[in-house]
């Protein structure tokens, strides 16, 4: 039997389902579901239903992340809520792919994880998996593993095995429009130009779950526990010196009431120059590469490849702030004698991150 996977959390307490209730069928995951969004969630995904089959004994193929069908296959349907008619689309296409698959592979029939998932409407799922199996010959096998108490039993199992739990279902439609709800940053969406790994991002977290992989190679105890924390998101940020725009590199954490200032430096402490308003302070690159041991020749090659978040932060402690400062530091080559105009446009809000702890 092929069994479609969308995701850990539901695969794994699925499949045990499975390979009790049908013990002489050798199962057979595929993991195929352009429809997550971005990719870097898809891999993060994958990685933990790699995981669950590792652990489960079942053979795993991955299917084309096809995402551009996918878009196309939605399109005019972006505006639609979940379980509406999008919804609808993106199971039958791939329910689709996975009858096509089982059928190339031999298989007489195939099912789908998408079956546990409280969020989606059981009848929706098997009207779409029968139609499409028997287009293709084969079977769609449809158990009900959410009634009694198998919701429940499913989520104690994902705490036991530390699985991945997603916060959103999938696409980039689904997550804004949830995100609105939740009148939420969407921050999964934001990859900074410089690729630098912002806390509790989705690279964030592939960092976490890789080094899970390689910590459960290596048959060490840990634990994944959860921290609420303060993030922070820069959107844009501009500097300007007598109306000309000048490379600048913001540190995290920085903020400016209404986004924008303007003013000029009046006086200096040390290695921080003081602007006249609004709490920005100023460091020049020299300072900068000083303090944390750096070499940066320009501040546009700090941009592009600045050192590690927590380094940053760190910073901030050297320079003297306290640990809940959230002035704007706009560190530059040299420090501006004219005219400053700066727009920062950053958000800080209350968040929730893993650590992995070794025992
Ligand atoms: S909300 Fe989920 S099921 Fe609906 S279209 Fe998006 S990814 Fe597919």
């Not at 352009?34 to 089959?53: A, T």
């Amino acid at each position: 039997m092929l069994v479609h996977i969308c995701c850990a959390v539901d695969s794994h307490y699925f499949l045990q389902k499975l390979q009790k209730d049908y013990p002489g069928e050798k199962l057979v995951g595929f993991f195929y579901d352009p429809n997550i969004h971005p990719y870097s969630e898809y891999y993060l995904r994958l990685l933990d239903v790699k995981r669950s089959c590792k652990i489960l004994g079942i053979e795993l193929i991955e299917g084309e992340y096809d995402t551009e069908n996918w878009l196309e296959a939605v399109r005019g349907l972006e505006k639609e809520p979940e379980k509406g008619a999008r919804c609808e689309v993106c199971f039958d296409r791939r329910f689709e792919v996975s009858a096509q698959k089982a059928a190339e592979l031999n298989e007489t029939s195939f099912t789908s994880t998408l079956l546990t998932s409280p969020k989606k409407s059981l009848k929706q799922l098997k009207t779409a998996g029968d139609a499409l199996a028997q287009r293709f010959g084969v079977s769609f096998v449809a158990p009900d593993y959410r009634k009694a108490s198998g919701t429940q039993e499913q989520n104690i199992l994902a705490k036991e095995d530390q699985l991945y739990r997603q916060d959103y279902c999938g696409c980039l439609f689904g997550l804004t429009m949830q995100r609105d709800q939740q009148q939420k940053l969407a921050d999964e969406l934001f990859v900074p130009v410089s690729a630098q790994i912002q806390p509790e991002s989705i690279e964030a977290r592939i960092a976490l779950y890789e080094k899970r992989w390689e910590v459960e190679e290596e048959g060490k105890a840990y634990r994944i526990v959860k921290q609420r924390f303060l993030n922070w998101r820069l959107k844009f940020a501009q500097l300007k010196v007598r109306k000309e725009v000048v490379d600048a590199h913001i540190l995290p954490y920085s903020t400016l009431k209404n986004g924008y200032t303007r003013g000029k430096i009046d006086h200096i402490i040390g290695d921080i120059h003081y602007m006249s308003r609004d709490e920005v302070k100023f460091l020049s690159l020299e300072s900068y590469n000083k303090l944390l041991g750096c070499n940066y020749a320009t501040v546009r090659e700090l941009i592009f490849n600045p050192p590690a978040f927590e380094k940053e932060v760190a910073l901030r402690d050297m320079l003297g702030f306290s640990h809940y400062d959230l002035s704007s530091v706009v560190v530059v080559e040299e420090i501006p004698a004219n005219k400053i105009e700066l727009l920062v446009e950053s958000e800080t809000y209350a968040d929730v991150e893993e650590k992995l702890l070794l025992l």
